[in-house]
């Protein structure tokens, strides 16, 4: 590729019984994986039990 977007990318989406969902693209001739986390959650949506979770994670995260 050469800076151009590949128009003929197709990403698979497939919902976890736990609720996670994961999007997957295969390559092929490529041996390397990489993954992304995104999580829709954040420290508006905690009980105050455990206030600071998503926070804490975040750092840990990034470590």
């Known amino acids: 590729m050469t800076g151009r977007a590949r128009s003929d990318t197709e990403f698979r989406r497939t919902i976890l019984p ?7 693209e295969h390559m092929p001739g ?15 949506h905690e009980a105050p039990e455990v206030m ?8 840990i995260v990034f470590m």
Request: proline letters at 0%; charged letters at 10%; zero cysteines.
């Open 18 to 24: 736990n609720g996670l969902t994961v999007l997957s």
């Open 30 to 44: 490529v041996r390397s994986v990489a993954f992304g986390a995104w999580i829709r959650a954040a420290s508006i």
């Open 52 to 59: 600071g979770v998503s926070h804490l994670l975040e750092h």
